[in-house]
């Protein structure tokens, strides 16, 4: 467990260069004396790793040291050589440089990782996309790369209503990181007040690079942002918890919210959890009987009542 944590702490300061103890600490899970101990090993195995005093100071490594790590394990190379999202890259225009340094990667490899590689591009391949998806074109894509990119303000026009008011804009914001959820793609800003905004590319009416350069937050983290923003829209969002017997075929329409406990034969009690009445009502209706409500009480008569209306209509 030791080893894993020095190596993790040793490419952290080659990838991240100059850290704070607390900011190894965060990064590694680990207390900052932990963090101390480690620095502390890799000086006496001969790493060139050295602290800065002062207000600005930190740990780092000598500017020209580089590890020679080759050894991957096979479930390393395998989470490296399988885990591209084509539809990403090729909104990025990447696609090909992405076959090209995949190609190059490979080549670099010790003939028995090289095998390990190759075995898995050969046989595992991930698809994020279901199969009715319908892939949104990221008109505004480029524009708001090269924004990212350069470090400079846009001027946009948002064509959904936010939290200010609907349709706004023009308006300025500092586009701070790009964000691919599935097939669609959201642009992560901070408006002139400081706050921080989610946009999705496609509701964007009109966007304009100018040539307003802005400072980027230091302490800003696009992963930690997403992460959090994905916790709040979770916890905002409506809660209508319902209880179904459903037939085995359909239990895949549900997204089970506890374990699921069999019932009659080909029959399972599941609970699930949607966003409202109605929404609960649709879904219901449209397993034509492989799913029938237990509770909430509300629910069980609006689906009876609205199978006798199509009943009768019939």
């Known amino acids: 467990m030791r080893a894993e944590r020095l190596l993790r702490l040793l490419l ?3 990838t991240r260069g100059q850290s704070t103890v ?9 207390s900052p004396r932990t963090i101390q101990r480690d620095l502390d090993a890799l000086s006496l195995a001969g790493v060139p790793v050295y602290s800065i005093r002062g207000r600005a100071g930190g740990w780092t490594l000598l500017p020209d040291y580089r590890s020679r790590l080759t050894g991957l394990t096979p479930s390393e190379v395998m989470s490296v050589f399988v885990g591209a999202t084509a539809h990403v890259l090729a909104d990025l225009g990447l696609d090909a440089s992405s076959d090209l340094a995949v190609t190059k990667l490979i080549a670099s490899l010790p003939e028995g ?13 991930i698809d994020h996309a279901g199969w009715d998806d ?53 642009l992560v800003a901070a408006r002139t007040d400081g706050r921080l905004r989610t946009y999705r590319l496609s509701r964007l009416t009109s ?11 230091a302490d800003f983290d696009l992963a930690a942002y997403w992460a959090q923003s994905q916790r709040e829209f979770q916890a905002s969002r409506p809660s209508y918890p319902i209880v179904l017997k459903v037939r085995d075929h359909a239990v895949r329409r549900f997204r ?7 019932a009659d034969d080909n029959w399972w009690i599941v609970h699930a959890d949607l966003e409202n009445l109605y929404e ?7 397993q034509a009987g492989a799913a029938q409500v237990i509770a909430p009480p509300e629910l069980i008569t609006l689906v009876h009542n609205a199978a006798q209306q199509i009943a009768n209509s019939h």
């Open 256 to 262: 089970p919210t506890a374990p699921m406990l069999p």
């Open 134 to 186: 319908r892939r949104e074109t990221p008109r505004w894509l480029d524009l708001c790369r090269q924004a990212v990119w350069e470090e400079r303000r846009l001027e946009i026009s948002y064509g959904e209503s936010t939290d200010d008011g609907p349709r706004r804009g023009p308006f300025a914001i500092s586009p701070l990181g790009l964000v691919a959820k599935a097939r669609t793609w959201y």
């Open 113 to 125: 990782t090289r095998r390990e590689a190759e075995y898995a591009r050969q046989r595992l391949l």
């Open 280 to 286: 609960a009502q649709a879904a219901v209706l449209a």
């Open 12 to 14: 952290h300061l080659q």
């Open 22 to 30: 607390a900011q190894l600490s965060a990064a590694l899970d680990v």
């Open 207 to 217: 966007a304009e690079l100018t040539n307003n350069i802005f400072t980027r937050p």
